[in-house]
C-alpha cells in the first residue's frame, strides 16, 4: 500500500466506517481487502455485487422456496419446520458473528444444523476477533442496496425477517485495541452510478491513483514472489521496462482518447513476457503489446490502436 492508502485504511479503522475505493477498473481496488486481511491475519469475506443483488444478500438470504417444498413434502406444514434451517448468512453477519452465523441465529448451545464458514480455507489460523469484508463493484446495485447497509454497518447489527433472529457483533475472545474497530469494511466502485449521498456520507472515501513506474515495480516483484518465489535481476529489469512502456502506452492512449491500459493488464503482460520469454523490443513483443495492453482499439480516424 501507498502511505496514502494505508492511512485511509488506518482512518476507517478509527472511525468504524466503510472505506469506498474509487480508482480506474484494473488499478486493484479489489486486491486491497484480502491484502490487508492477510497482512494483519484478519478473517476475510468478499461478495460481488451483480445487478441482481438484493438488499439483504449481504447480511443473509432464505430458502423460502426449498421450505414450501419441505413442507408439502413432509406434509407438516410451515409451522412443524425449523425456520432457521433455512438461513444462509451472508458475508457481514459471517464478519460481525461467526459464531452466530454457524448456527444460523440459533441459541449457541444448539448443536443441530451447523453452518460451514464459506471461507473457512482462508480463514482457519486468523484472528477469530477482527475480520475484513470486501464489498465488490457496489455501483452496479440499486440504490436501495447501500442504502439498506447504513443502519447494519452503523450499529453491527441487524435482525433476519423470517426468523426474527437478532444479530450483534460479537465480543471479542481475546485482547484488542478499543481504539480501533475490529471490521474493516471495504466498498470498491467503478463509478458506473452515481451513489446515494447518504451512503457517501457514512463511508471513509478515497481514490487509487495511477501508479508510476516505482511503484509498477514494487507491484510488480510481489507478484513475481506469489508466482514462483524469487524475483531475479533480469525480471526486474524486465518490470521496470514494461513500466516505462506502459506509461508511453497510457500516454498515446490518453491523447488518442482512448482507454489506457491498467495495472491488471501490465500485470498480464509481465507473466506473458516470462512465460513465454518475450523480450521487450521483439517481433513477438509488439504482438503481445496489441494483445495484452492496446487491445487494438481504435476511434474514429485514428489507426494507433492497431499499429
Same mark, same amino acid.
Given at each position: 500500500?501507498?502511505?496514502?492508502?494505508?492511512?485511509?485504511?488506518?482512518?476507517?479503522?478509527?472511525?468504524?466506517?466503510?472505506?469506498?475505493l474509487r480508482g480506474r477498473p484494473g488499478s486493484g481496488k479489489s486486491s486491497l481487502a484480502p491484502f490487508v486481511a492477510r497482512q494483519r491475519g484478519w478473517r476475510y469475506y468478499d461478495h460481488v455485487i451483480t445487478y441482481t443483488t438484493r438488499s439483504t444478500e449481504l447480511l443473509w438470504r432464505y430458502d423460502s422456496?426449498?421450505?414450501?417444498?419441505?413442507?408439502?413434502?413432509?406434509?407438516?406444514?410451515?409451522?412443524?419446520?425449523?425456520?432457521?434451517?433455512?438461513?444462509?448468512?451472508?458475508?457481514?453477519?459471517?464478519?460481525?458473528?461467526?459464531?452466530?452465523?454457524?448456527?444460523?441465529?440459533?441459541?449457541?448451545?444448539?448443536?443441530?444444523?451447523?453452518?460451514?464458514?464459506?471461507?473457512?480455507?482462508?480463514?482457519?489460523?486468523?484472528?477469530?476477533?477482527?475480520?475484513?469484508?470486501?464489498?465488490?463493484?457496489?455501483?452496479?446495485?440499486?440504490?436501495?442496496?447501500?442504502?439498506? =447497509?447504513? !443502519?447494519? &454497518? /452503523?450499529?453491527? @447489527?441487524?435482525?433476519?425477517?423470517?426468523? $426474527?433472529?437478532?444479530?450483534?457483533?460479537?465480543?471479542?475472545?481475546?485482547?484488542?485495541?478499543?481504539?480501533?474497530?475490529?471490521?474493516?469494511?471495504?466498498?470498491?466502485?467503478?463509478?458506473?452510478?452515481?451513489?446515494?449521498?447518504?451512503?457517501?456520507?457514512?463511508?471513509?472515501?478515497?481514490?487509487?491513483?495511477?501508479?508510476?513506474?516505482?511503484?509498477?515495480?514494487?507491484?510488480?516483484?510481489?507478484?513475481?514472489?506469489?508466482?514462483?518465489?524469487?524475483?531475479?535481476?533480469?525480471?526486474?529489469?524486465?518490470?521496470?521496462? =514494461?513500466? !516505462?512502456? &506502459? /506509461?508511453?502506452? @497510457?500516454?498515446?492512449?490518453?491523447?488518442? $482518447?482512448?482507454?489506457?491500459?491498467?495495472?491488471?493488464?501490465?500485470?498480464?503482460?509481465?507473466?506473458?513476457?516470462?512465460?513465454?520469454?518475450?523480450?521487450?523490443?521483439?517481433?513477438?513483443?509488439?504482438?503481445?503489446?496489441?494483445?495484452?495492453?492496446?487491445?487494438?482499439?481504435q476511434v474514429a480516424g485514428d489507426e494507433w490502436g492497431s499499429r
Amino acid at each position: 500500500m501507498s502511505p496514502r492508502i494505508e492511512e485511509a485504511v488506518m482512518v476507517a479503522l478509527a472511525t468504524g466506517r466503510p472505506l469506498l475505493l474509487r480508482g480506474r477498473p484494473g488499478s486493484g481496488k479489489s486486491s486491497l481487502a484480502p491484502f490487508v486481511a492477510r497482512q494483519r491475519g484478519w478473517r476475510y469475506y468478499d461478495h460481488v455485487i451483480t445487478y441482481t443483488t438484493r438488499s439483504t444478500e449481504l447480511l443473509w438470504r432464505y430458502d423460502s422456496v426449498r421450505r414450501l417444498a419441505d413442507a408439502q413434502a413432509h406434509r407438516t406444514g410451515a409451522a412443524g419446520l425449523d425456520a432457521a434451517a433455512y438461513v444462509e448468512p451472508g458475508v457481514l453477519w459471517w464478519a460481525l458473528a461467526p459464531r452466530s452465523a454457524r448456527q444460523r441465529g440459533r441459541a449457541l448451545d444448539e448443536a443441530t444444523g451447523e453452518c460451514a464458514d464459506p471461507f473457512a480455507d482462508v480463514n482457519r489460523d486468523r484472528s477469530p476477533d477482527h475480520a475484513v469484508v470486501l464489498i465488490d463493484e457496489i455501483d452496479k446495485a440499486d440504490p436501495d442496496v447501500p442504502n439498506s =447497509l447504513l !443502519v447494519p &454497518l /452503523g450499529s453491527y @447489527r441487524f435482525t433476519v425477517s423470517e426468523t $426474527g433472529a437478532e444479530v450483534r457483533a460479537e465480543p471479542p475472545a481475546g485482547d484488542v485495541d478499543s481504539r480501533f474497530s475490529r471490521l474493516l469494511v471495504v466498498i470498491t466502485t467503478n463509478d458506473e452510478r452515481e451513489l446515494p449521498q447518504a451512503f457517501l456520507r457514512r463511508c471513509v472515501v478515497e481514490t487509487l491513483p495511477d501508479h508510476d513506474v516505482p511503484g509498477l515495480v514494487r507491484i510488480a516483484e510481489e507478484h513475481m514472489r506469489a508466482w514462483h518465489g524469487a524475483v531475479g535481476e533480469g525480471e526486474s529489469r524486465l518490470a521496470s521496462a =514494461l513500466a !516505462v512502456e &506502459l /506509461g508511453k502506452v @497510457r500516454e498515446q492512449a490518453r491523447r488518442s $482518447g482512448l482507454r489506457e491500459p491498467s495495472t491488471a493488464e501490465f500485470l498480464d503482460a509481465l507473466r506473458a513476457c516470462i512465460t513465454l520469454g518475450i523480450t521487450l523490443g521483439s517481433e513477438r513483443w509488439e504482438w503481445l503489446k496489441n494483445c495484452v495492453l492496446l487491445k487494438r482499439q481504435q476511434v474514429a480516424g485514428d489507426e494507433w490502436g492497431s499499429r
